[in-house]
Each structure stands twice: as C-alpha cells, then as structure tokens.
T-cell receptor, first 113, second 116 residues
Framework: DQQVKQNSPSLSVQEGRISILNCDYT??????FLWYKKYPAEGPTFLIS?????DKNEDGRFTVFLNKSAKHLSLHIVPSQPGDSAVYFC????????????FGKGTKLTVNP | DAGVIQSPRHEVTEMGQEVTLRCKPI?????LFWYRQTMMRGLELLIY????????DSGMPEDRFSAKMPNASFSTLKIQPSEPRDSAVYFC??????????????FGPGTRLLVL
C-alpha cells in the first residue's frame, strides 16, 4: 500500500505562473513532511519541509501548505521558472518512530518559457 | 564537503553476475540509507544504518540483496546473483541524527544498474 501518493505524474506550466504540486498521505502518524527536487542524472535534493504543528512554511518562491484533516499537502512555486523543471518528490516521516522517509512516486514539472 | 559519493555511476552486467555498489556518506553523518528508484515503484527504501549498524532491512527485496557498513565512511550494497528485474537507479543517502527522527537526507548521484 502506498502511504504517500502523488497522483499527478506530470505537470506543465508557463514561465511566471504558479505551479501547484499535490501530495496525499494515509498514515496519521506522519508528522513531518519534505519536498525534494530531482534533476536527471542527479540525486534528489532537499527543497523545503514542514512540521505537523504548522500549516504553512515559506522559503522564497516555494511555499508548502499542510492540511492535516485532509491528509494533504501541496507545494506552490511562484513565479515558476524554466530552471524549476524537474521531478518533485513528496516525503513523510513519523518522527516518533524512526529515521525512515516514505516517498511518493514523484511529479515531473515542466516550466515552459 | 564533497557530498555523498557513489560508485560506479553506471553498471551494465549480465544476469547471474554479482554486482557491488559503493557509497561514501557525508563525514559526520550518523545515518546511511540505500534506496532503489524504478518507474513502477518510485523511490523505495531498501535498508538503513545508524552508526554502522543495520536498523531496518525490511525493504530489501530478497536474499539476493545484502548491505554492509564496515565503517563510518563506507557502505556496500551487493546483489548476487543479479536479475534483469534488478535494473534500476540505486541511491545512497546520509543524514545527521535527530532525536525525533526523519531528519533531512542528502542523496548521492545514484548508480544506474542495467542487468541484461
């Protein structure tokens, strides 16, 4: 069973517009969430995270929103740039449980100039 | 710091052969993770170590897979014998200890394995 789901395999947006990537989770024990970005032929790199005690975390053009009741989080990129084109992975952990991160399958974002 | 180092970057082998993937974590990191990425299953955790000790190997697909961490700066993932379905990108990641768990992990560039 997939505990972290990214239901959109791909997303295409125009440069300068907003990109919204979505992620759903099923395990109510998850209390820490992360987004990673991955370019081809490279490993994933950490982008932004949020603890379950918050509902929003912002870092420059990137904002993550968490809706605990819906078990849903989203990553907003504003404004989108061509360099943001990459695969974005959502990950979650149960901080009281272990060091494990559970990843979604990823969403490939393409930002068109 | 050079980051997490993995070797080789690419490996092509024939079915039945032994494959050894190598990883050097970031110096000072307490945790080391091995992941496998495939189109079907995404990024899945195979095994992780804390201070060189395997903590959770529940993601290791079968007995053909084994992992070791003889010291704080080196780990191997071995597949023997290899099969075509093992073809994937294998990532190593490391992180610092955190009392609550789930600390940010830093990934290596991956090893792309193709088993013919």
């Amino acid at each position: 069973d997939q505990q972290v789901k990214q239901n959109s395999p791909s997303l295409s947006v125009q440069e300068g517009r907003i990109s919204i990537l979505n992620c759903d989770y099923t395990n109510s024990m998850f209390d820490y969430f992360l987004w990673y970005k991955k370019y081809p032929a490279e490993g994933p790199t950490f982008l932004i995270s949020i603890s379950s005690i918050k509902d929003k975390n912002e870092d420059g053009r990137f904002t993550v929103f968490l809706n605990k009741s819906a078990k849903h989080l989203s990553l907003h990129i504003v404004p989108s740039q061509p360099g943001d084109s990459a695969v974005y992975f959502c990950a979650a952990s149960d901080r009281g449980g272990s060091e494990k991160l559970v990843f979604g399958k990823g969403t490939k974002l393409t930002v068109n100039p | 710091d050079a980051g997490v180092i993995q070797s080789p970057r690419h490996e092509v082998t024939e079915m039945g052969q032994e494959v050894t993937l190598r990883c050097k974590p970031i110096s000072g990191h307490d945790y080391l993770f091995w992941y496998r990425q495939t189109m079907m299953r995404g990024l899945e955790l195979l095994i992780y170590f804390n201070n060189n000790v395997p903590i959770d190997d529940s993601g290791m697909p079968e007995d053909r897979f084994s992992a070791k961490m003889p010291n704080a700066s080196f780990s191997t993932l071995k597949i023997q014998p290899s099969e075509p379905r093992d073809s994937a990108v294998y990532f190593c990641a490391s992180s610092l200890a955190y009392s609550g768990g789930g600390e940010t992990q830093y990934f290596g560039p991956g090893t792309r394995l193709l088993v013919l």
